[in-house]
């Protein structure tokens, strides 16, 4: 199988960041910040060490295009689940749903 | 002699080995080429992965939803929750990809002696992952955090000042949903780092006996990426169980 | 045009006595059981289908003979309730998902693509093994005690309310979701990497399309019922209220976990049987599909929206008003790819030279059915109607109009359609157009008039209803009984043709699939040589195959 291989290097050098943005994120969960930066900060290190695993640990940078799709689905489909479940539970308490008033 | 032929005669031999279930050949019949056998299973696995993202999802979105419907009760129960043996568990994984992607480099290569020696490493990070992971449930089971068996609902209605966390009756319930969903979603994922383990050290024996070469090495490449995904999940589950609290930390 | 230039079948040359094919290459129990062969796993499945649909029918037969009467007095109301919930969840999980993919789809997709099997023919296997396992338990569960939640299982009664054995029936469904799963993916997977050399994308019969969007919805969707069904579990066995306001859970989220599910899922029923038609009305008004690429993009279009709309069942049980002006928009918005095919299949059949045989005749009754319960899905997608509406006998005509009058029409057109090839047989003709005439009749007797009742407010699921429905609960249940005798018929000329039917040709049809240019029944490796692929799957102006140099 001639694939194009990510070399030895890469994978170590990948692994340290993965290391650093761990103590990152649970340095980061400590400090006195406002709910919604919490969120963010926590969702954006785990996005981007869930990157890393993806592209170099899995290959997915030497994957075909169909694999690509498949990645990008699964996320699209987990933000549907996320959103639209959501919509309904934050936006209850701006008019509630009550038929007959 | 092999162990086929001891146990049934040519004739059930072609019986219930030809053309069925149990019958295993290097390329299948289906498939043209080993190369077209091997993008088809990376596929494979691939699409069984997505499947996976959905199944961990839908808890994801639970413990999303109370959170925004009981922020304080979700928060207070977090901190609860050993976030250092989360953490280091969380590195341990990290290593044991490390190993996995090694192992699927060193099979590229026909270098079957480090395939085996990375694999092990894989397995046994697997092993140091599921000690720890007891640790903390033993630790988890000894400040009685296992609701609907092993729950103190006083300790938390009890005020800061008395030690205890404060809580009103109603978030209570919070409490309990969410610590059933701490237990339910690192239960399951340790559910999958354990037939992890097994693929993974199946894979080291099969690469022992020189099952695999260069050429083809399908089924290990198809172990790292489930692996990989074990380890994803958990990127994900520290933060949204283990950290939710501890910026309340220095306040306690 | 005034003739059709369909040879009959029964005037084709008689084919050679019984060539080596996948049904006499190995006999015995173990070479069924431990089969590798898609066709045979096909069969397999047929067999447990047909066994559910006529177990989750019998329920609703007793269900229909008590609502003859207001008072009821058939069964009692808590028999009644364990009755339609039988009858919701055989039906839903066990047939009417399984059934269009995992029979035909099996049987035909690796044919229809020209590969030898499926990507993965011992998950095949497994697949049909997890849904034996889920359908024992099930059954087990529903024969012994039952379950009296309705097939929706809402939380908190399932989950702490009903003292009945809802933890047995929800591990049966989850096996049989993982069965679903594994046939997504195997199906999946064959689409990408098994077609035969020159079968591109744009030469894939709509049936594979279909099956595809179908598997795509099996992927995304069942592990989040899967799930959600497993949390019920947990808060049944440790009374801890994950969906159960009085402990502080949030019974709508339950909601929107299995509805996540199952509005996709009632669009898993419905595309493979759109698949079917697809495949039956260009061979049988011997025209090429009109407007190929708009259908198979309409596929994947409703595999996508039937993913945003699943709240508008949920329109009156306390979502926020934003959420259900949101819903309802994307509901009205998932009726457009729906309408799109049935405008293709009725500029195909417009100026085609049409053949009534009874593939084509169920088919046709799928497309005015289903146009019927399209409309009727509207009237339901606007909230102000169905605050009125809603849990009536209304929604359940709209429903049954699509998955009776619409999928199961389709799939005893698939049936009949692939018969020959499946079997080498050819069935009665009078008999099968007989079947589709009374089945059709029964059918608009027994539903049309649920939707009169459910208009005036005559609510579902209840065992008693007042006085002034009776005569139109009476028309239904006479149609029912006429609907039973519709599909007890088939059984019988199906089994009868197994022993005594025509033996069939490759090709009785004159259809132009790859599927037809092989023999039937096939070989075990599908096809002598590999195919390759020059045309089209519609070419019937020049009547030739796809693999026709």
Known sequence: ?101 | MTLKDALFTPDEQERLFDHTFLQRELLEEQYATLEQQHETAAFGMWVFLATEVMFFGTLFVTVAVYRSLAPQAVETASTHLNWLIGGINTIVLLVSSLMMALAIHSAKLGDQRRVYRFLLATAALGLLFLCLKGVEYYLDYVEYLIPGWRFDKDKWLAPKNAGGDGLSSDQVGFVQIFLLLYWTMTGLHALHVTIGIGAVLTMAVLTSRGHFSAAYYTPVDVTGLYWHFVDLVWIFLLPTLYLLGTHSFHTL | MTTATLVQPEQQPAPRTERENYLNVAYGVVSWLLTKDHKRIALLYLISVTVMFFIGGFAISVVRLHLLTPEGGLVSADTYNRLFTMHGVLMVFFFLVPVVPTVLGNFCLPLMIGAKDLAFPRLNLISWYLYMAGGVWTLYAMLTEGVDTGWTFYTPYSSQSTHYNVVLTLIGLVLAGFSSMATGINFIVTVHWMRAPGMTWFRLPIFVWTIYATSCIFLLAVPVLAMALILVILERLFHIGVFDPALGGDPLLFQHLFWFYSHPAVYIMILPGMGIVSEVIPCFARKALYGYSFVAYSSLGIAFLSFLVWAHHMFVAGISLYSALLFSSLSFLVAVPSAIKVFNWTATLYKGSIVFETPMLFCLGFVSLFTVGGLTGLFLATLGMDIHVHDTYFVIAHFHFIMVGGMVMAYMGGLHYWWPKMTGRLYSQFWSRLAALIIFVGFFLTFVPQFVVGYNGMPRRYFRYVPEFQVWNVLSSAGASILAAGYVLPLCYFLYSLRYGKRAGDNPWQATGLEWQTGSPPPRDNFEATPVVVRGPYEYHTGKAQNDP
């Open chain 1, 1 to 101: 199988m001639a694939t194009p291989m990510v070399s030895v290097k890469t994978y170590v050098t990948v692994l340290a960041v993965l290391v650093a943005l761990t103590v990152l994120t649970v340095t980061v969960s400590f400090l006195p910040l406002a709910e919604g930066w919490h969120i963010g900060a926590g969702l954006t290190i785990a996005v981007a060490k869930a990157s890393l695993v993806v592209l170099f640990f899995m290959h997915a940078i030497h994957s075909p295009r169909v694999t690509w799709c498949v990645i990008v689905m699964s996320i699209a489909w987990l933000l549907i689940l996320f959103s639209l479940t959501l919509a309904d539970f934050m936006t209850r308490s701006i008019v509630p749903f009550m038929p007959g008033h």
